[in-house]
């Protein structure tokens, strides 16, 4: 059988990134330039400094992308790129050049939804098994998905609030690590002990939501506490003990959905699935609580953005002919259906 190799795209947040991906499960290549150190000294990412660096980049890294992968442009079946969510200026970067190249070279156009994205990382380390439970845990995203089959996604519960990956960067802020907070907290986190025992948000209640704005305050109002009565608090302490509340939550409401629902696969996907904390514990709570379901967790790679993961989303849309003319635009608030 042919074989499709897709040139998938990623610029909806401060990664410009390429990728050439095969079947959906094999990266023949996957390029990725951040642009972090340009947004660290503000504290977070400029739009406007964002869409600039991905325009500068865009073009050198798909070429990349092509050379690592060893092929040309003639040897690619489709173009696939990110629609949304994310940054409108920034995704409409990816999405002029993915038009543009579909143009010049006859190519089918596939539109990806970021998120799909992250859940799909899984496929290039193996075939996913449904139904399945993907909890989804990023900067901008924290939800329960569930999925019987390939591209339905069903969200059963999603943040209140602040996303998991946020309220990681806020507190990072406080405790002043560079942004994002999240993999400093993380290694913080490593060397302390949940000493604090900050509030587990909605862990009891019978929904699958979430919610990490009350941890949060409670988390900065402990340090300022501390501050006005010079009081000196243990940074590693206080990393734990963030970290703890929200991985209990999140780990008891994904077994919990995981029962309920009968899945035969939870999936990790997102920047958060980076942590450590969540990856133990997960990988525990599954061992010990549920007899006939698998984890999977993405490698550290292709956890953050990237486009490898674009391109494996895409190809269950290039299966079904899933193709969209030129008058493609950026979706910024773009759902899961
Ligand atoms: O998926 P992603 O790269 O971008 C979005 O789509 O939002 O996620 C970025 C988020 C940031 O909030 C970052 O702090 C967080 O993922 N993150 C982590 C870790 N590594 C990245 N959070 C906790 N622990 C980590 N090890
Ligand atoms: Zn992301």
């Known amino acids: ?97 993915a038009k543009a190249i579909a143009f010049a070279h006859g190519l089918p156009l596939i539109p990806v939804n970021h998120i799909a994205g992250h859940i799909y990382a899984n496929q290039l380390v193996r075939p996913l098994t449904f139904p399945l439970l993907a909890l989804v845990v990023s900067g901008g995203h924290t939800e329960l998905v569930l999925m019987q089959k390939d591209g339905d996604y069903h969200i059963i519960g999603e943040t209140r609030d602040d996303a998991a990956g946020e309220a990681y960067d806020k507190i990072g802020r406080v405790i002043g690590v560079p942004y994002p907070g999240g993999k400093h907290i993380d290694e ?4 302390g002990e949940d000493t604090f025992h900050f509030p587990r948000g909605m862990m009891k209640e019978n929904n699958y939501d979430f919610s990490f704005s009350g941890l949060k305050s409670s988390f900065i109002n402990r340090v300022h506490n501390a501050e006005q009565k010079g009081e000196e608090l243990n940074k590693e302490d206080l990393a734990a003990s963030f970290q703890a509340s929200v991985v209990d939550v999140l780990v008891s409401k994904t077994i919990r959905a995981a029962k309920e629902y009968g899945v035969k696969e ?27 379901t698998s984890l999977a967790i993405p490698p550290l790679a292709l956890c953050g953005d990237n486009a490898a993961m674009i391109g494996a989303a895409a190809y269950v849309e290039y299966k079904t002919q899933h193709f969209v003319d030129y008058s493609l635009n950026a979706k910024p608030g773009l759902e899961l259906s």
């Open 266 to 292: 939870i999936v990790l996907a997102g920047g958060v699935a980076a942590n450590r904390g969540l990856r133990n514990s997960l990988s525990k709570a599954v061992e010990e609580q549920l007899e006939n």
């Open 188 to 191: 913080m986190a490593q060397k």
């Open 1 to 97: 059988m042919k074989r499709v190799r897709i040139l998938a795209i990623e610029t909806s947040c401060d990664e410009t990134s390429v990728a050439v991906i095969e079947d959906g499960e094999k990266i023949l290549s996957n390029v990725v330039a951040s642009q972090i150190k340009s947004h660290q000294r503000f504290g977070g990412i400029v739009p406007e400094i964002a869409s600039r660096h991905h325009v500068e980049q865009i073009t050198l890294i798909a070429q990349e992308a092509l050379n690592e992968a060893n092929l040309s442009i003639e040897n690619i079946d489709a173009v696939a790129v990110t629609e949304g969510p994310g940054l409108v200026g920034a995704l409409l970067i990816g999405i002029s050049a």
